[in-house]
């Protein structure tokens, strides 16, 4: 888009534009939160004395400590899937660089 229509077309673009930035925004903060084993481990603790104190019995501690356990695996798994992508991406770059380099005499 040229400058001319750019400015134009400015009092359009800028509030949906200002709206994606905010929607991305809230994005992040939600991925944070999700992905935050702090708070698992908080929420563990948290169990863990609650039990001690008598108001958990043993076996709603275990239950809720085991759907603890398994968010903090399934974090863990996501986190491990992210670099795995990144590293695939990063590795494909590499071979195009390569390629691109093999053809250039230095």
Known sequence: MGTLAGLLLLPF???VSGF???LERIRDEADAVLYDEGRIFAALIDLSTRRNLGELSETEFAE???ALIER???IRAQRAEMVDSDLDW???EMLDNDAYLDGEEW
Request: glycine share 0%.
């Open 13 to 15: 673009t800028a509030p």
């Open 20 to 22: 994606r930035f905010f």
């Open 64 to 66: 809720q400590e085991a």
């Open 72 to 74: 903090v695996r399934w």
């Open 90 to 92: 990063d590795d494909d």
